[in-house]
């Protein structure tokens, strides 16, 4: 008796190079399945800005860092300096301070979508915070006073025009750049479950009508969670975020998914070689020391061998 769903695993028909280059962008899942990728030595980038839930700030974010700083409208609180367009975890001690952060982050992003580049975008909602004055929905409240704001459900066509525009300058940037889109399995309980539903529901009619008119792809990392892990031993005690296993078994996904069975077996190789370097031996035996320290000299040789070019190893 079958007692779950499964999805299945759809082979990309490009697949990740080990020396691409791979940017995760958006809801904390893309902090994730990003910080998997770091794990296993990829020349990978996860929210540089921070996490964005929201398509129209990641958006705006993102053509920011193409174009250059355009006006970043900061402010202070608590004596740290923050912006509209960042998370609450991205801040400075000074105005020239932020800007330069602001300016470095975004040259860094801009270069790691140049060449033979990956963009990972993961939507986790279309429920937005209108700011009053500047009449712009914002990456994060920054816990200000709510009176600043108006919450709403923001429409496809508003988050369709802000994407289309982007995506014709990232194109122009780097015809070759590959870009998956997916939408975090991360249900926003705050606004209640129905707010919820209908708010994912948005972000799938989007990412089907940008799919329409742009070379772009899916990742179904909702669906695997919703719908192939339906069982709330796969959540944190939140009940709301997948736990580690969750993220493993959506990684391995992942894997499958973008990377040839030769690459697959090299990451793990990679991954045991990161796992050896950081390990701490208790009471370390002079000889299994030296034993350990050659291993890893040798395997880091062979790797780089076989992977070619400067890999992070």
Request: glycine share 4%; proline share 4%.
């Amino acid at each position: 008796m079958k007692l779950n769903l499964s999805v299945p695993v759809i082979p990309s028909d490009i697949k990740i190079n080990l020396n691409d280059k791979l940017c995760f962008l958006g809801s904390c899942f893309s902090d994730e399945i990003g910080g998997r990728s770091i794990a296993h030595g990829m020349k990978s980038i996860s929210n540089p800005f921070g996490t964005v839930f929201h398509p129209i700030p990641l958006a705006r974010g993102l053509k920011n860092s193409i174009s250059g700083l355009k006006n970043a409208e900061m402010f202070v609180h608590n004596r740290r300096v923050y912006d509209w367009d960042s998370s609450h975890l991205f801040h400075s001690t000074t105005m020239d301070e932020h800007i330069l952060n602001i300016q470095n982050t975004q040259e860094d992003l801009k270069k790691q979508l140049k060449g033979s580049s990956w963009l990972f975008i993961t939507l986790g909602t279309s429920m937005g915070y209108r700011h009053k004055q500047f009449n712009f929905i914002v990456a994060n409240c920054h816990k200000q006073n709510q009176a600043l704001f108006v919450k709403e459900l923001v429409s496809i066509d508003e988050m369709y025009d802000s994407w289309s525009e982007l995506l014709t300058e990232l194109y122009v940037l780097n015809p070759e750049l590959n870009i998956v889109f997916t939408v975090s399995p991360v249900r926003h309980a705050k606004d209640g479950l129905i707010n919820n539903n209908q708010s994912k529901s948005r972000l799938f009619v989007l990412i089907e009508r940008l799919k329409e008119n742009f070379p772009l792809s899916y990742f179904p990392s909702y669906e695997i969670v919703v719908d192939a892990l339906r069982d709330y031993r796969f959540y944190k005690k939140d009940m709301i975020h997948p736990n580690e296993q969750a993220v493993d078994f959506v990684w391995s996904h992942f894997v499958k998914t973008y990377y040839t069975e030769t690459n697959m077996d090299l990451i793990k190789r990679i991954s045991k070689l990161k796992s050896a370097k950081n390990h701490q031996i208790m009471n370390p035996d002079e000889i299994e020391g030296e034993k350990l320290k050659k291993w890893i000299f040798e395997e880091r040789n062979k790797l780089n061998e076989e992977i070619g070019g400067n890999f992070n190893l």
